[in-house]
C-alpha cells in the first residue's frame, strides 16, 4: 500500500506547493514520484474487492477512474489553484470538453467568448449544437454583449483570458457576477496566463481548465490537461464522464507533467521577463505595426490586466507592416525562433495564425477577431533574452 505522505499544507507558497504538493511515498520511500504504469490493482479478498467497489474503502479500482501517479498530479494542482477538486484529462481539448458536456445537458444555453482557441470554437459552435445545445459567441471584452446573450436556460459561460493568438484580455471578476445571476457556470481556460501569473477561482470563476501541454510540461514532451472546480461538482457530474467515457490523463504524462510543475514558476518569471523585453524593444518600431502585450501600458485592456493578472505573459502578438509577405519574411529569417505551434516551450516558437491556427475558421472570422495577414505570435522561450533579441532585431531588418 503506497502512503500519502504530504499533500501540501496551506502555509506553503506556491514554490514550494509545486516541488512537494500531492507527494505519495510507496513503503520504498522514494525522492521523486513513482510511475505507477498499471491498468487495474488486485484485492487481497473478495470483501476488500466489494468494499472498494461500493466506496466504503477509497482506494484504486482502475486507472481509467484514478491511478496514484495521476493522483499526485492533480493534488499538486488543486493545492497551488486553491480547488477543492481536480481531474487529469489527456489533453487540453479532453479538459475543455469534459468541463462544458459536465456543464451542460440538451435544452441548455452556453455563451462563449468569440476570441477561443480553435478546438474550443468548434465545440461550442458546431458540436454543442448537434446534441441540442445551443451557443452564442460574443466580444469577450465588451461585458454589455455578455449580459445580454444570457438566456433563462443559460447554463455555462466559457472564456480564455488572455485570447490566443491576439492577447486580449477579459475581465473574468465582470463576467463571472453575470454568471452567478444567471445561474450558470463559469469555465476559465487559463493557458495563456498560467496558474503563476492568473487564479480564475479567487476572481469567481467556477471552474478552471488548463492545457498542461503547454507551460506546465514547457518541453513539448506530452499532451494533458486538467479541470479544477468544487468538490461536489466534479464528483457528481465530471467524475461519472471521465470514469465512463475514458479521456483519462495517462500515469506516464502525470509522471512528466508532474517533473514539469517543480520548474513552471522560474520558468514563466524568466519567459515572460524576456517576452516583456522583446515587446519593449519591438514597440514603436516602423515595420511594426501593432504589438500587443498584456504586461504593457498601451495595451487595450491594460487596465483589466493589472486588476486580475500577476504578471504579464511568456506570449506576444507583433504585426508587421506589409500583411502576410512581410510576416512570412520576417518569420523565415528567425534563426533561434522556431516555426511551430506549440507554446508555452522552453524554445522559442513563431507562429502565422492567419495561414495556420486559425486557417479554417474563415477570413470573415479573422477580421472579426483582428487576426490580420500580418500578425504573428511569439511564444518566448528559455534562450538567452539576448540571443532572442538579436534574432528579432535581425528578421526585422530582413522585412
Ligand atoms: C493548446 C490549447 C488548448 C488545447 O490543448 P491541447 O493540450 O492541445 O489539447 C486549449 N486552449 C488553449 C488556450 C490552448 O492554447
Not at 327 to 353: C, Q, W, Y
Not at 390 to 395: N, P, S
Request: glycine letters at 8%; hydrophobic letters at 40%; charged letters at 20%.
Amino acid at each position: 500500500m503506497t502512503e500519502k505522505t504530504k499533500t501540501g499544507s496551506e502555509n506553503w507558497r506556491p514554490s514550494t506547493t509545486l516541488v512537494h504538493g500531492g507527494t505519495m511515498r510507496s513503503p520504498f520511500g522514494e525522492t521523486s514520484e513513482a510511475l505507477y504504469l498499471t491498468q487495474g490493482f488486485v484485492y487481497g479478498n473478495a470483501e476488500a474487492a466489494e468494499a472498494r467497489f461500493n466506496g466504503e474503502d477509497p482506494g484504486y479500482v482502475y486507472s481509467r477512474y484514478a491511478n496514484p501517479t495521476v493522483s499526485m498530479f492533480e493534488d499538486r494542482l488543486k493545492a497551488l489553484e486553491g480547488a477543492e477538486a481536480a481531474r487529469g484529462t489527456a489533453s487540453g481539448m479532453a479538459a475543455v470538453n469534459l468541463a462544458l458536456m459536465a456543464a451542460v445537458k440538451a435544452g441548455d444555453h452556453v455563451i462563449a467568448a468569440k476570441a477561443l482557441f480553435g478546438s474550443c470554437r468548434y465545440i461550442c459552435e458546431t458540436l454543442l449544437p448537434r446534441f441540442g445545445v445551443e451557443s452564442t459567441l460574443v466580444d469577450g471584452t465588451d461585458i454589455a454583449q455578455w449580459k445580454a446573450a444570457v438566456r433563462p436556460n443559460t447554463r455555462a459561460l466559457f472564456l480564455e483570458s488572455p485570447t490566443n493568438p491576439t492577447l486580449e484580455v477579459i475581465d473574468i471578476a465582470a463576467v463571472a457576477d453575470i454568471a452567478k445571476e444567471a445561474g450558470a457556470r463559469l469555465i476559465v481556460d487559463n493557458v495563456f496566463a498560467t496558474p503563476m501569473y492568473q487564479s480564475p477561482l479567487q476572481l469567481g470563476a467556477d471552474v478552471v481548465v488548463y492545457s498542461a501541454t503547454k507551460h506546465i510540461d514547457g518541453q513539448g514532451r506530452c499532451l494533458g490537461g486538467v479541470v479544477l472546480s468544487d468538490e461536489e461538482w466534479i464528483t457528481e457530474e465530471v467524475m461519472p464522464f471521465v470514469k465512463h467515457t475514458g479521456p483519462h490523463m495517462s500515469p506516464f504524462s502525470a509522471w512528466v507533467l508532474l517533473k514539469g510543475l517543480e520548474t513552471l514558476p522560474i520558468r514563466v518569471a524568466r519567459q515572460s521577463e524576456s517576452a516583456a523585453q522583446i515587446a519593449d524593444f519591438l514597440a514603436g518600431k516602423p515595420k511594426v505595426k501593432q504589438l500587443i502585450y498584456p504586461g504593457r501600458d498601451d495595451h487595450p485592456q491594460a487596465e483589466v490586466a493589472k486588476r486580475q493578472m500577476r504578471g504579464g505573459s511568456t506570449m506576444l502578438a507583433i504585426e508587421i507592416e506589409g500583411g502576410k509577405e512581410a510576416a512570412f519574411r520576417f518569420t523565415n529569417a528567425l534563426e533561434i525562433v522556431r516555426i511551430s505551434n506549440n507554446l508555452g516551450d522552453a524554445k522559442s516558437l513563431i507562429t502565422h495564425p492567419a495561414t495556420t491556427t486559425h486557417q479554417s475558421i474563415g477570413e470573415e472570422a479573422r477580421a472579426e477577431l483582428g487576426i490580420t495577414d500580418g500578425i504573428l505570435r511569439l511564444s518566448v522561450g528559455l534562450e538567452d533574452p539576448q540571443d532572442l533579441l538579436e534574432d528579432v532585431e535581425k528578421a526585422l531588418a530582413a522585412v
